[in-house]
């Protein structure tokens, strides 16, 4: 079964910082990995898929790296803003759907 | 650890038939589910939001006639294709937020896959 890790489990900084979230999955048989953010009371929205042969993708200040065979993926948010604040959730993607715990991103004005 | 569980894992009708998906949160109980769906390499997309007692919240561009839901306790949530074409086929999946000190945690079914031949 695949398990999915994601550190750290809350973080909280400055606005304007850059910040990374690590996501790990001990199962490399996906056909892709997305990230999601969530916000109190509310569904998920998608932020990113990387298809199992791409290595990264980007989304204005959201970029997104795979490293399929070591089971690593990173979600890089440039320039943070207080709007940003959120759980984010990775999610990679085999024949069934595994999600990690989440980071819950608080970013201070 | 509280699970969400889903019926059936996979599915395979006929085009114009009704297929019914259930999601169940098995040692919690939840007053809100959330149904998704993921057409193939495309994101998982929120379609709705199941409320225990009351009507669904459907997101823009999801038909509420063609996807019926019915959160009849607070531990199932049903969500109905009617009429289904292949462009329903899919995989569908469902999630339901637990409250704790912490806040809310949301645990998510294994999905559905739907296939409308």
């Known amino acids: 079964k695949q398990e999915v890790t994601q550190i750290p489990a809350a973080l909280s900084v400055p606005e304007g910082e850059n910040l990374v979230l690590n996501c790990s999955f001990t199962d490399s048989a996906i056909y892709n990995l997305q990230w999601f953010r969530q916000d109190p009371g509310k569904g998920l929205t998608s932020l990113l898929l990387i298809q199992s042969s791409q290595r990264e993708q980007t989304s204005g200040r959201l970029n997104a790296s795979l490293d399929k065979s070591s089971g690593r993926s990173t979600l890089y948010i440039a320039a943070s803003q207080p709007g940003d604040s959120a759980t984010y959730l990775c999610?990679?993607?085999?024949?069934?759907?595994?999600f990690g715990t989440g980071t819950s991103l608080t970013v201070i004005p | 650890g509280a699970v969400v569980s889903q019926h059936p894992s996979w599915v395979i009708c006929k085009s114009g038939t009704s297929v019914k998906i259930e999601c169940r949160s098995l040692?919690?109980?939840?007053?809100?589910m959330f149904w998704y769906r993921q057409f193939p390499k495309q994101s998982l997309m929120l379609m709705a939001t199941s409320n225990e007692g009351s009507k669904a919240t459907y997101e823009q561009g999801v038909e509420k006639d063609k996807f019926l839901i019915n959160h009849a306790s607070l531990t199932l949530s049903t969500l109905t294709v009617t009429s289904a074409h292949p462009e329903d086929s899919s995989f569908y999946i469902c999630s339901a937020p637990r409250t704790g000190g912490a806040g809310d945690t949301q645990y998510f079914g294994p999905g559905t896959r739907l296939t409308v031949l």
């Open positions: 040692d919690f109980q939840a007053t809100t």
């Open positions: 999610a990679p993607t085999g024949n069934q759907f595994y």
